[in-house]
């Protein structure tokens, strides 16, 4: 099974950024859609973007575009999301999930795998 690690969560000001990363364990990260999920106290867990396996096509929600970036470094077998321009709406706790020989997906039942997640936290 696919090991999951996130990182890069923290406290931040309204308007700050953040990097969170994604450390994956297995053989199939580069044929694996990876996808950056998050869930705030008393709401559902929403997608955020997702990634290709080769990098090359990405998707985001509507109110991340512009402010957010995912990427991945298949060397590293390792994925991140950027984000910039934080606002207080984006307090969650953001999780990693990667879909193994598979295409990107927007759904969260398309993700086989999970990480713990890791807290973000932006202040006014």
């Known amino acids: 099974q696919a090991q999951l690690v996130e990182s890069g969560g923290g406290l931040v000001q309204a308007g700050g950024s953040l990097r969170l990363s994604c450390a994956a364990s297995g053989r199939t990260f580069s044929t694996s859609a990876m996808g950056w999920f998050r869930q705030a106290p008393g709401k559902e867990r929403e997608f955020v973007a997702a990634?290709?396996?080769?990098?090359?096509?990405?998707i985001y929600k509507d109110s991340v575009k512009g402010r957010f970036t995912i990427s991945r470094d298949n060397a590293k077998n390792t994925a991140y999301l950027q984000m910039n321009s934080l606002t207080p709406e984006d307090t969650a706790v953001y999780y990693c999930a990667s879909r193994p020989n598979a295409i990107m997906s927007m759904a969260r039942s398309g993700y086989d795998y999970w990480g713990q997640g890791t807290q973000v936290t932006v202040s006014s």
């Open positions: 990634i290709s396996g080769s990098g090359r096509s990405t």
